[in-house]
């Protein structure tokens, strides 16, 4: 069974400017979760995607979207780009209720803004 | 607020010996507590989790301890490898009435270091 996979791994984008980032879930999960990695701290729970809906938010602004296709793959949109929007994203896909087996998550895109 | 806590940033251990990674939370309402190991440049990976309602779970080398009272788990990694040196996060899931989905909650994560 193929993992998680996100892409693009690394990505450099100017204040104000907006950026799309992709992933793809495990075969089988039907859930996705954004996270965003700051440096030296935790993930942070971006948002939940489950039957192509919004189902979990943690605090995000607006400017913070995604979608969520057919086949259980996924986008985070952030627009107008600050600089404090550098991080590690992170994308995990899992069941709908992931139970003890927790959630798989991809390597990452490193989006540095400038 | 952070409402998962790694207080260690990081624990150095001689191989063959114990590590002992430490964990706080604040929300009682968390219902699995998980640990992720992440390696520079890869995303977490799932090691081992317990459920609220158990104290202890064990999966080889790792075994992981929940104290609900103290709201306090540990993980305890015998013996200790060198392949285990990587960062630790202790992570908590919590259900939302207002959103219908779960969420991780992350702690800082503890840098473990096994030296031969």
């Known amino acids: 069974e193929t993992g998680v996979t996100q892409s693009p791994t690394h990505l450099i984008k100017t204040r104000g400017q907006q950026v799309t980032l992709r992933c793809s879930s495990q075969?089988?999960?039907?859930?996705v979760s954004w996270y965003q990695q700051a440096l030296g701290q935790g993930p942070q729970f971006i948002f939940q995607y489950y039957r192509e809906e919004e189902n979990g938010r943690g605090n995000f602004p607006p400017r913070f979207s995604g979608l969520q296709f057919p086949n259980y793959s996924s986008e985070l949109n952030v627009n107008a780009l600050e600089l404090d929007d550098s991080a590690l994203y992170l994308c995990a896909s899992s069941l709908s209720h992931p139970g003890r087996y927790g959630y798989t998550f991809g390597s990452g895109t490193r989006l540095t803004v400038v | 607020d952070q409402q998962v806590k790694q207080n260690s940033p990081s624990l150095s251990v001689q191989e063959g010996r114990i590590s002992i990674l430490n964990c706080d939370y604040t929300n009682s309402m968390f219902d699995y507590f998980l640990w992720y190991k992440k390696y520079p440049a890869e995303g977490p990976t799932f090691l081992i989790s317990?459920?609220?309602?158990?104290d202890k779970n064990e999966d080889g080398r790792f075994t992981v301890f929940l104290n609900k009272s103290a709201k306090h788990l540990s993980l305890h990694i015998v013996p200790s490898q060198p392949g285990d040196s990587a960062v630790y996060f202790c992570a908590a899931r919590a259900y939302s009435n207002s959103n219908s989905g779960y969420a991780l909650n992350f702690g800082k994560g503890t840098s473990l270091l096994v030296t031969p």
């Open positions: 317990i459920s609220s309602i158990k």
């Open positions: 075969s089988g999960h039907n859930t």
